[in-house]
């Protein structure tokens, strides 16, 4: 179900009936993960995070990462931010 880079492979997830009465799994988020700052990056009009990711962590669904360190929960939060945290590239 998840990619084998994913954050949340190896989640315990729980089942659930939703509004519609259908009985669906969910994942919670997991934890935030200690992450240091690289430094800030100027963000400049066109750049998306996922650009930023793969130039600084070598991975552009690294996106998340920056959210996280960010401490927002959707990349659309950082759309008007001019200055971004970078994390250090993970090994």
């Known amino acids: 179900m998840f990619d084998p880079n994913s954050r949340y492979l190896g989640v315990a997830g729980y089942t659930a009936i939703d509004r519609r009465g259908r009985m669906v799994t969910v994942i919670p988020a997991p934890d935030k993960p200690?992450?240091?700052?690289?430094?800030?990056?100027?963000r400049t009009d066109g750049?998306?995070?996922?650009?930023?990711?793969?130039?600084?962590?070598?991975?552009?669904?690294g996106y998340w990462r920056i959210c996280e360190l960010s401490d927002v929960m959707?990349?659309?939060?950082?759309?008007?931010?001019?200055?971004?945290p970078i994390p250090v590239k993970a090994d």
């Open 47 to 61: 750049q998306r995070l996922d650009h930023l990711a793969f130039h600084y962590l070598a991975d552009p669904a």
């Open 34 to 42: 200690e992450q240091a700052l690289l430094g800030l990056h100027r």
């Open 74 to 84: 959707l990349p659309d939060a950082l759309a008007e931010a001019r200055d971004i």
